[in-house]
């Protein structure tokens, strides 16, 4: 897997000319950029040269991006916002994107071997995600790959997630396996990451871009204190991995 490539989705110079023209000054944008999460992902992700691609919850198209760069024939991105959407099709030209509600994506968009839902399911209702699953079951190619990725329920992660408090879900291992079982899939890779940098990043962010409305300062900084904590991933939870759950699941013969 060559990670190298996720490490520079989005070049500076392009994120210097959108924060220019003021794009990334409203708080719903302010802070989407590629991070040692996203790269931690797309190593996750594993290979994907000649794989189609379904990106639900795409958010500005990084994901979408470097599966077009690692070759793959079809990646489709969906996301229900207008300003994310029209940032990932300049992004990732050779993806294409839909601006819609992910939990009511049709079958006429065919069949994909990968289908990822990166940050996307932490914001549906219980209903919605079973709903969810059950469509993109049906989307799978029969030997397919669902990759997942959510915040992990845990002590220190419920308390220092002040999203949580708005609504924002964390799940447990088993509160998913128990999901996509009753949807026809079984888990097949469970791989836990992130711990303090991660999270104190978090609260950086938010306090910037919700009262201040500007990115957040010392971002470097952050940013190799995160890198540090994803480079070490585990297969259980720790104290230096409790933050992101990533899943790989196909469906049950």
Request: proline share 4%.
């Amino acid at each position: 897997m060559n990670v190298s490539l996720c490490l520079n989705l989005i070049e500076p110079d392009k994120l210097a000319g959108i924060e220019s023209g003021g794009e990334l000054r409203n708080p719903r944008t302010l802070g989407h950029k590629p991070t040692a999460r996203h790269r931690f992902l797309c190593e996750m992700a594993g290979a994907l040269e000649g794989e189609s691609v379904l990106d639900l919850g795409c958010g500005f198209g990084w994901f979408a991006k470097y599966a077009v760069e690692q070759g793959c024939k079809r990646v489709v991105g969906v996301d229900l916002d207008e300003r994310l959407i029209e940032r990932a099709r300049r992004e990732a030209p050779g993806a294409e994107f839909l601006l819609q509600d992910a939990t009511e994506i049709p079958a006429s968009i065919g069949e994909f071997g990968v289908v990822s839902m990166f940050d996307f399911l932490e914001h549906l209702s219980s209903l919605e995600l079973v709903d969810v699953m059950r469509r993109v079951n049906k989307l799978l190619e029969a030997k397919g790959r669902l990759l997942i990725s959510v915040p992990y329920r845990s002590f220190l992660s419920n308390t220092l997630d002040p999203a949580l408090f708005f609504g924002h879900r964390h799940y447990s291992i088993k509160d998913l396996e128990k999901i996509l079982g009753s949807t026809g899939f079984k888990v097949s890779i469970v791989v836990y990451a992130g711990g303090l940098w991660e999270q104190l990043s978090l609260i950086w962010l938010y306090i910037f871009k919700w009262v201040f409305h500007r990115e957040m300062p010392f971002a470097d900084f952050f940013e190799r204190k995160r890198s540090a904590e994803y480079a070490t991933y585990q297969h259980k939870p720790g104290r230096k991995a409790y933050v992101t759950m990533f899943l790989e699941a196909v469906i049950e013969d």
